[in-house]
Structure formats: structure tokens, C-alpha cells
């Protein structure tokens, strides 16, 4: 293996100018206008260091000193893909493998009238009004060097467009795999999902590796959910000791929208979340769950954001934790309640169980309100196993490592519980059950 | 079935039975009572096999067999069981999974094949019955939310599934009014029988007007002090603890 790093802010760099030579009639339009100013920004940012709060315990030296390859390609087949999906799942299946939509291994079967569901090149060839009406305006390129790296490289990943009043029955499944059997391969998709006023959908990202190699995956993904919308979106990560990830899901949430969302990290070297949710509208009601497993000498980081901007909305976040091994997991939850946000719900907790004296758990919650009349709460908890239910378990007979398999699943259970779709539900209860067998 | 000897145990140091030598035969029903910080919780937890109390002397003997290197799973699948002073809530299992886990567990480890699903509904259904616990308790998350009341007769349900040779009661009378005592009280007297052994654990007479006891015993500073019938607990109720304490003091003095 080599260790020998690169530069690699300067190799996207000068990537992207070598590229901007090649383009001729598109430097005009606004969505490569917007690539151009991320880039300027990611060459003003640079990656971040330790020294930045919001990356403090998460260190990407490593992931940002080696050679990728941007565009790889891959020896993907419809074999490889079924042996690795989460079994029995129908609906509209989207597959994207080392970055690039793959659509010999995509099925779309619900109608065109309820659902547009384009690879982001095409939809910015047949309706780029639509698609530059939302592109770049909800997530953050100014602060967040990953978002603005994204950005810049935009151009492949997913549009969906839910037109007013529709329901999408069958769910939405992206999956994200990194074909890394034969070299480092990096990817960046940018996916942006409209959901117009009254319109329902459910969506899943999932991420699956292929291969030993090393992987960097640099998604963002913006979610716009118009009023009274229903989005359900799911993150279901299951990816190789050697993938790395960073992720950006940025929501705007417009009035009496509901945003529910499930995080589930169950394998990956290095993963860090970012979940935005703006609640930029009255009477919206948003769920954030998420789940972190971590093992061995893996890293897991959750950031998220509930930014109450309006009066009258509810934010509920319950993430769990289990550390086994050298792993280190990360949480911090922000809530915001802005001045005119009064009459705002907010509540957040987090818990974790350290199963290894090795591990490492950090949590940081963190209010800013700005309004009088609020209900917030917020409450973490890291600790070992419960000794007296471990004891209690043990003593009807139940030998030492089938308690505790008992109790992790328990404690697991609740998270996953909340996952509406039964496929994915059973696919990763399987999983912890094999984690903690 | 049970011979204890000489037992010594501490916790954090801290020594707290100090020497006792009791012997259970089948089909008796002891009692065990004394006044508080006497040890009495500590013997069952030592017997049970709970991990925080270092036993420092003496040996158990338990149908023939050294019961004290044991793991507390392997002393519940030979017959032990201990009832709960606060059985432990435990979000996420329900009872009745836990409770198939256990006998599944139990039957492996002497090596039974294990029930499936419909011979364990049937003979779950039937222990219910037989202590009148409600079934829709059995889907709940185990003891979670459950009342005083509930907890203890889940404590009693799970005795009539495992069928214990030896069972053990700590203070199972504490935190239950009348009603909910005759109702537990009910359920112990239902699994009597001559090949089962029981040992109450409780500072107060009154469960043993339900439970009524072949011996009763009297802990004090870790040390059974006095030995006797269910006269004898009679005794205590009228008389208190004083008199016996004052009786060891004197031997002492």
C-alpha cells in the first residue's frame, strides 16, 4: 500500500481549470456560474483541519492525501449489484456506481406524471430553468469546504421533481457504489430532490464498497419540501474498511411540511453526516433518527442542524450510538430557534453505549435560541452496558454473550424500528444481528 | 438440595455475611428474616451469583455440586432462580421473547432441543393462567412501566415458566399492598410442591401468613443468630429485633 500523499486540493484544481477549456457555450449558464464560484471558494477554504470547530474530532488528513481516481471506471454487473443490495426492494431503483449513473442497473416504474426522476446531465439538458431554480441555493458553499468542492465538480448524481399534489407510492432507492476492486476511486454525486406543495415520497440513499481499495464519496444532496409536503428520506450506510465518506444532506422545509429521516452508519473507515434541516416555514414537524455501530478502528461523526426559522414547528432527534473496538464516533446536534421561531418544539437527545474501553464517544449538543417562548429539551448519555439488566438477563439462564446480543439489539431496535419501509428495516436488523453474533 | 457452609462475603471491602451454614432439603420452605443491613439481600444475591459481592470463605453446595464457580446463567439453568427485590426494566425486549430466549437457553445447556414456537405459546399461556398474569403484559417491553404489582407477579411468571428446583425470594413483599401480596403469595404456593425448594427473604412477618414456612431463620450482622419455626416469625412480629440482638450482644458480652 502506498502512503505517499498528494496534494490533492491543487489536483482538483487544476482539474477543474484543465476542464473549463473544454467548455464552451454552458461558461454563461447559471449553474456552471455557480460550480465557478464553489470552486473559488473551496481554493479560499482549502480542506479542513482539526482546528476548525465544526471538524475538531474529525481529522480528513488522511482521506484528502491520496491519488483517486475522479472517474473510474468499473466492472459492475447486475450479478455484482444483486449480491450486495438490500434484498427485496421494489420501487424505482437508481444505481450509480463510482459516481456515474448506471441505467442498465436502474428500473423506474412509477409514472412520469407523479414523478420526474432524471440523472442530474439530463435533467440540466432538458429542463435547466427547473433544475437552476433550486441547484446550489439551499446548501451551503460560502462555510463548508466539501459542499463548495461538490459544488464545483457538479454533474452527476439525481433529480427528482414530485409535482403539486402527487403521492409517490413506490419508494425511491439510490444506491451509491464504489467499485474499488481495482484502484482509489473517489466520486462526488450531487443530488437535488424538489418536492412540491402536498406531494409525498419516500426516498433512500444507500452506500454500498466493492473491493479493497480506497474510496472517497463527497455526496450533497439538497431536498426542497414545499407545503404540506411529505418526504420521508432514509441514509443507509454499509460500506467497506476501507470507504471513506462525507456527506451533506441540506432540507428546506416550507409550511406544515413534514420531514421524517432515518441516518443508519453500520460500516465505513471514516464517515462523517451532515443533516440541515431549515424549517423555514410555520406548523412544520421534522423526525431526525439516526444509528451509529462502529468497530474496529472506524469513525462515525453526525452533525446535525435543526434551524427553526419560523413560529409554530417541531424538531424530534434521537441518535444511538454502539462503539465497539478503536472506533471513535462524533455527535453534535444544533439547534437553532431564531428570534421570530416562537411557539417552537425542539427536542434532541443522544445516546451511546461504549462496549470497549478503546472507544471513543464525543457528543456536543447545541442551543441557540433566540426567541422567549420555546420548548426545548436536549439530553445526552454515554455509558457501558446496564449491569443490573445484563445480571438480571443472566440470571433466567441466559448465557453472558446472548444478554448482551439481547440488549444491543434492544437498544438498536429503537432507532430502526422507525424505518417505515420493511425491506430496508429487516436488511439492517439482519445486519446487527450478524455484528453482534 | 442446598447446603451452605461457613459462607463469607464482602462487597467493596465491606465485609457482610460473616458465616452461615443453612441446609434446604426438597420440598422445604425457609424463611429468612432480620432487620435491615443484616445481610439478608446479600445472600441471595450471593447465591444467585450477582458479580459485585467477593465470597471470601465457605462453599455452597447445591444438588451435589460446587455452586459458587458457576455463572449465574449456568446456576439458573440447575435450577436456581432468584425473585427480584426491583426486577431491572428493559426497554426493547419483550417478555415474552426474553422469556423464550431463557427457557431455550436453559433446555440447550442440558441439552434439550428447544421449543418451538407453538409448544413454548402453549406452556407460556398455561403458566399465565396458573398465576393469573394478563397476557397482554407478555408483549410489553419486560417490566417496562409496569406497576409494583406487575412487576412482582412478572417475577412469579417467570418462576412458573423456568420451573426452578430452588427458589429464591428477596423481599418480594416490599412495595406491594395486601392485595398484590395475596396475589403473589397465590402463585407461590400454586408451584409448591415436594421436590422444590424455596427460600423467602423478607423483613416482615406478614407474607408468611401466606406463605407459611417449615423453618424460619433470623440474620443479624451476617450470622444466622436464631433458628425455629413459623412460631418464631410470630414472635418477631409481636416482639421486634431488639430482644434478638440484645440476646447476641449478651452472648458476646
Known amino acids: 500500500m502506498s502512503t505517499e500523499t498528494i496534494d490533492l486540493k491543487s489536483k482538483l484544481i487544476a482539474d477543474f481549470r484543465s476542464q473549463e477549456k473544454a467548455v464552451n457555450g454552458e461558461a454563461q449558464s447559471p449553474f456552471y456560474q455557480t460550480r465557478r464560484q464553489a470552486l473559488a471558494r473551496f481554493e479560499d477554504l482549502g480542506f479542513p483541519t482539526p482546528k476548525n470547530e465544526e471538524w475538531k474530532y474529525s481529522n480528513v488528513r488522511n482521506l484528502v492525501g491520496r491519488d483517486y481516481n475522479f472517474s473510474a471506471p468499473h466492472t459492475l454487473t447486475q450479478e455484482d449489484l444483486n449480491r450486495i443490495a438490500i434484498p427485496n426492494v421494489s420501487g424505482n431503483i437508481l444505481c450509480f456506481v463510482n459516481g456515474k449513473y448506471e441505467a442498465s442497473l436502474s428500473t423506474i416504474v412509477s409514472p412520469a406524471d407523479r414523478i420526474t426522476i432524471l440523472p442530474m446531465r439530463q435533467a440540466l439538458e432538458e429542463k435547466p430553468d427547473e433544475v437552476n431554480a433550486w441547484f446550489g441555493k439551499m446548501a451551503d458553499s460560502q462555510q463548508e469546504a466539501f459542499t463548495a468542492l461538490n459544488t464545483a465538480f457538479a454533474g452527476d448524481g439525481l433529480y427528482i421533481h414530485v409535482p403539486a399534489g402527487k403521492t409517490v407510492e413506490q ?57 404540506e409536503a411529505h418526504v420521508e428520506y432514509y441514509k443507509v450506510q454499509n460500506e467497506g474498511g476501507t470507504a471513506s465518506h462525507i456527506g451533506t444532506t441540506q432540507v428546506v422545509m416550507e409550511d406544515r411540511s413534514h420531514f421524517y429521516s432515518a441516518t443508519v452508519s453500520l460500516n465505513g473507515a471514516f464517515i462523517r453526516n451532515n443533516l440541515n434541516i431549515a424549517l423555514d416555514g410555520e406548523y412544520c414537524e421534522t423526525f431526525m433518527y439516526g444509528l451509529y455501530f462502529p468497530d474496529g478502528k472506524q469513525h462515525i461523526d453526525n452533525h446535525t442542524i435543526a434551524d427553526h426559522r419560523k413560529p409554530n414547528s417541531q424538531s424530534n432527534e434521537l441518535y444511538k450510538g ?40 464525543n457528543t456536543k449538543p447545541q442551543l441557540e435560541i433566540f426567541a422567549d417562548d420555546v420548548k426545548c429539551s436536549h439530553g445526552t448519555t454515554t455509558g457501558q452496558l446496564d449491569k443490573e439488566a445484563l445480571f438480571y438477563l443472566r440470571s433466567r439462564g441466559i448465557s453472558k454473550p446472548e444478554a448482551l446480543s439481547l440488549l444491543m439489539f434492544a437498544f438498536c431496535e429503537d432507532v430502526i424500528s422507525q424505518i417505515r419501509i420493511e425491506p430496508i428495516r429487516e436488511y439492517l436488523e439482519g445486519i446487527i444481528t450478524q455484528k453482534l453474533a | 438440595m442446598l447446603k451452605i457452609n461457613d459462607l463469607h462475603a464482602s462487597i467493596d471491602g465491606k465485609k457482610i455475611l460473616n458465616g452461615i451454614n443453612l441446609e434446604v432439603k426438597a420440598g422445604e420452605v425457609h424463611a429468612i428474616m432480620g432487620p435491615n443491613g443484616s445481610g439478608k439481600s446479600t445472600l441471595a444475591s450471593v447465591l444467585a451469583g450477582r458479580e459485585d ?53 436453559i433446555r440447550k445447556y442440558n441439552g434439550e432441543a428447544p421449543l418451538d414456537a407453538a409448544q413454548f405459546l402453549k406452556m407460556v399461556r398455561e403458566k399465565a393462567k396458573l398465576v393469573k398474569m394478563n397476557d397482554s403484559l407478555l408483549k410489553r417491553a419486560l417490566n417496562e ?26 423481599e418480594t413483599d416490599s412495595g406491594l399492598d395486601i392485595d398484590a401480596l395475596r396475589i403473589v403469595a397465590e402463585g407461590v404456593n400454586t408451584l409448591r410442591s415436594p421436590d422444590k425448594s424455596t427460600i423467602v427473604v423478607t423483613h416482615y412477618q406478614r407474607l408468611l401468613d401466606y406463605i407459611v414456612p417449615d423453618y424460619v431463620h433470623v440474620l443479624y450482622k451476617g450470622r444466622i443468630v436464631k433458628s425455629g419455626t413459623k412460631e418464631l416469625a410470630l414472635e418477631l412480629e409481636e416482639k421486634g429485633y431488639d430482644w434478638i440482638k440484645a440476646e447476641v450482644e449478651a452472648a458476646h458480652a
Do not use: W
Open chain 1, 171 to 227: 419508494p425511491v432507492m439510490l444506491y451509491f457504489i464504489t467499485d474499488t476492486r481495482t484502484e482509489d476511486v473517489a466520486s462526488q454525486p450531487r443530488n437535488l430532490f424538489v418536492v412540491e406543495e402536498r406531494a409525498e415520497v419516500k426516498i433512500t440513499e444507500s452506500f454500498l464498497t466493492l473491493g479493497e481499495q480506497h474510496s472517497l464519496t463527497n455526496i450533497v444532496s439538497e431536498i426542497h419540501v414545499g407545503k
Open chain 2, 145 to 170: 412501566g409496569f406497576s409494583g404489582g406487575e412487576k412482582k407477579r412478572n417475577e412469579i411468571f417467570q418462576m412458573a415458566v423456568l420451573e426452578p428446583k430452588l427458589s429464591i425470594l428477596d
Open chain 1, 322 to 361: 454502539v462503539l465497539r473496538g478503536k472506533s471513535t464516533g462524533v455527535f453534535n446536534g444544533k439547534i437553532f430557534v431564531r428570534q421570530d421561531a416562537q411557539k417552537t418544539n425542539a427536542f434532541q437527545s443522544c445516546k451511546n453505549v461504549v462496549l470497549s474501553p478503546e472507544a471513543t464517544m
Open chain 2, 53 to 105: 459481592y467477593e465470597v471470601t470463605n465457605g462453599e455452597v453446595v447445591f444438588e451435589g455440586e460446587e455452586l459458587l464457580e458457576l455463572a449465574p446463567e449456568e446456576r439458573a439453568a440447575k435450577g436456581i432462580f432468584l425473585a427480584f427485590q426491583y426486577p431491572v426494566e428493559i426497554p426493547g425486549v419483550t417478555t415474552i421473547n426474553f422469556l423464550k430466549t431463557a427457557v431455550n437457553e
